[in-house]
């Protein structure tokens, strides 16, 4: 009974391809998150979607682009890969955005190893 | 911007000995959670604090929110090796109520 799952848990691939990492949620949570975590651990937020409708979008380059068909689906698509963007990327859901700046808590995915060459 | 520091970065402790990691924020804080990673594994909620003050406790972890807001701690009462992991916390972006931001974590190892 996985609550946030993503596949592939690892993605090696060359320079200049374009990859897609898929994430599934079934809590029922409203709010979908993207985050990359670099080789030191950093943890920092790509994306945010409320009810399918992008909430934030840090400035990440235009290559990565995500899509929400439904409230428990949030992909992550990325073109032309560099060597940069190796890392590991995780999804995550929480119940809803949170209130006056109250976050709900946020439920990781597994995560996903992406390793460009 | 607004930074969310955790000191300190790393921390290699005895088993059975204590350990406490910090997180600093340049800003008044609405909220603070924290959340640990097991090495290899994704980031797993543990707590949130909203009191100015606040003091809970989780077993052998306790967990403090600063009166002025801006700082809290988690302090971990003789360390078990299924504490090793990295220990972050995590609040809102001043600027912008719907971003959260993390801090830079705490790694913590044990020694047997």
């Known amino acids: 009974d996985t609550a946030v799952s993503q596949t592939p848990k690892y993605l090696v691939t060359q320079m200049g391809n374009d990859k897609s990492i898929k994430c599934e949620q079934n809590?029922?949570?409203?709010?979908m998150y993207w985050y990359k975590q670099d080789s030191k651990k950093f943890l920092k937020i790509m994306f945010s979607?409320?009810?399918?409708?992008?909430?934030i979008n840090e400035t990440v380059p235009n290559r990565f682009s995500p899509k929400s068909p439904d409230k428990a689906h949030l992909n992550l698509h990325i073109n032309s890969l560099e060597l940069g963007d190796s890392a590991v990327y995780f999804c995550?859901?929480?119940?809803?955005?949170?209130?006056?700046?109250?976050?709900?808590?946020?439920?990781f995915g597994p995560g996903t190893r992406l390793t460009v060459l | 911007g607004q930074q969310v520091m955790q000191i300190p970065q790393y921390q290699h402790v005895q088993e059975g000995e204590d350990f406490t990691t910090y997180c600093n924020s340049s800003?008044?804080?609405?909220?603070i959670q924290w959340y640990k990673q097991r090495p290899g594994g994704h980031p797993v909620f543990l707590i949130q604090?909203?009191?100015?003050?606040e003091v809970k406790k989780q077993k052998r972890l306790t967990f403090q929110f600063g009166e002025a807001k801006k700082n809290s701690s988690l302090h971990i009462t003789a360390t078990q090796t299924t504490d090793v992991g990295t220990y972050f916390c995590?609040?809102?972006?001043?600027?912008?109520?719907?971003?959260?931001?993390f801090g830079s974590g705490t790694r913590l190892s044990i020694r047997p």
């Open positions: 995550a859901s929480s119940q809803d955005l949170g209130r006056q700046g109250i976050f709900d808590e946020q439920f």
């Open positions: 809590l029922g949570h409203d709010t």
């Open positions: 979607y409320n009810n399918k409708e992008l909430i």
């Open positions: 800003t008044t804080l609405s909220n």
């Open positions: 604090l909203v009191k100015s003050g």
């Open positions: 995590a609040g809102p972006e001043y600027s912008s109520a719907s971003k959260i931001i």
